[in-house]
């Protein structure tokens, strides 16, 4: 297991570091950390392996810093992620230096204020953090995805916590403008650090987190009172995290449905630009959510919405935007004709037209219901207007 080195810049030990060469790797892995104290040629190459992070005072070149361009082969050659360097013995890095780790990707940063102690334990830290995190990654895909029965569903939920209780309330949440190159989302040990109570749990999942809540007993009226207090005072807050949230389950080896249900509520979320979504208010995508793959809902798609799309690109008209608008209104011609800036007997004749384009191929006899049906899959799919 490893972190990479823009990981390791994250952490605390690393605030001060600063990378003057090698730019290029800082997406090598770190498998451990080694220091070198007079190590050169044959016994750096004896004593570091690959994907080792190198600490060092450069003690062993203190009077000749032209040594140091033979190190920084040697290192690079042995497959070494990268070298930090305290100056105490200098306050330069040697430009034949700088160019030789530029053109071989190979990070060399310089640091003042931090031990060799403090660096060590940090990314050995993190990896066991970054290796717990994918082992319980892997167990929530187990869950999602293994077709388990129940009881396999439930001795999966007590290896994750022991603690568990039946009934549970789960949070799927990303924070907004996600990337690895941000900050946008607190770091996985930030988060999980901050404890619930031990009948909980936070998953980092992917970009994402997956919060369990467990209870012995909730009253079920104050259960989304309970769940939005507690994303609060983790740090979870709307204006920052697109947040979907399932139904209470009464029992743990439901823990599946109860995942999938906070998963299609971020959706809903996601597709309709909203902070917050719970899976019992989001109406018929709790129906339509967990479709979306299956080849007869796209075969559906392809009836109702291609035609119209084909037949805006032919004539140059807005059929599918006028039908986005009239279900959005729920039928009612008046306010889709000035959502629109048309007239009322514009958005008419508009509507007579999609019912002929779509009856051309189909005999629909219920209209706007199947309309209605439609362009929802639309809006879940994003398709552009």
């Keep these: 297991m490893s972190i990479t080195i823009n990981e390791a810049l994250e952490l605390?030990?690393?605030k001060d570091f600063r990378v003057v060469a090698g730019k290029g790797g800082l997406s090598s892995e770190i498998s451990k950390v080694g220091i070198l104290d007079y190590e050169i040629k044959e016994l750096i190459e004896k004593n570091f392996v690959v994907g080792e992070f190198v600490l060092s005072t450069l003690?062993?070149?203190?009077?000749?810093?032209?040594?140091?361009?033979?190190?920084?082969?040697?290192?690079?050659?042995?497959?070494?992620?990268?070298?930090?360097?305290?100056?105490i013995y200098f306050d330069r890095i040697?430009?034949?230096?700088i160019k030789l780790a530029n053109e071989n990707s190979f990070p060399i940063m310089v640091f003042s204020k931090t031990y060799f102690e403090d660096i060590i334990t940090d990314v050995m830290m993190a990896i066991r953090e970054k290796e717990q995190r994918e082992a319980l990654g892997l167990k929530i895909d187990n869950i999602l995805y293994s077709d388990l029965n129940k009881m396999m569903i439930k001795k999966i939920a007590y290896e994750i916590n022991g603690n568990f209780r039946e009934k549970n309330i789960i949070v799927f949440c990303k924070g907004k403008g996600f990337d690895k190159s941000t900050k946008v989302a607190p770091s996985p040990r930030t988060a999980c650090d901050k404890s619930l109570n031990k009948f909980n749990k936070i998953i980092s999942y992917q970009d994402a987190y997956i919060i369990i809540n467990t209870f012995e007993e909730v009253d079920l009226n104050k259960a989304n009172e309970i769940i939005l207090r507690r994303l609060e005072s983790l740090g979870f807050?709307?204006?920052q995290y697109i947040i979907g949230?399932?139904?209470?389950?009464?029992?743990?080896?439901?823990?599946?449905e109860s995942i999938k249900e906070s998963m299609y509520a971020f959706e809903h979320s996601r597709i309709y630009d909203e902070d917050i979504s719970f899976f019992n208010n989001i109406g018929i995508n709790k129906i339509l959510l967990?479709?979306?793959?299956?080849?007869?809902?796209?075969?559906?798609?392809?009836?109702?919405?291609?035609?119209?799309?084909?037949?805006?690109?032919?004539?140059?008209?807005?059929?599918?935007?006028?039908?986005?608008?009239?279900?959005?209104?729920?039928?009612?011609?008046k306010e889709t004709a000035k959502e629109l800036f048309q007239h009322s007997n514009t958005i008419r004749y508009r509507i007579d037209r999609i019912s002929k384009?779509?009856?051309?191929?189909?005999?629909?006899?219920h209209f706007y219901e199947e309309l209605a049906v439609a362009i929802r899959i639309h809006n879940l799919m994003k398709r552009p207007l």
């Design 357 to 365: 384009v779509l009856n051309k191929n189909s005999d629909i006899k």
């Design 245 to 256: 949230i399932s139904s209470l389950h009464e029992r743990l080896d439901e823990l599946n």
């Design 237 to 239: 807050k709307s204006r």
């Design 94 to 97: 040697p430009d034949d230096v």
């Design 12 to 14: 605390e030990s690393f």
């Design 290 to 333: 967990p479709l979306m793959d299956n080849p007869w809902v796209q075969r559906y798609y392809n009836e109702m919405i291609t035609p119209l799309l084909t037949y805006d690109t032919r004539n140059d008209t807005e059929l599918l935007k006028t039908a986005v608008a009239y279900v959005g209104n729920n039928g009612d011609v």
């Design 59 to 87: 003690l062993n070149i203190k009077d000749n810093i032209k040594g140091l361009y033979e190190i920084v082969d040697c290192l690079i050659s042995v497959g070494v992620s990268g070298l930090a360097i305290k100056p």
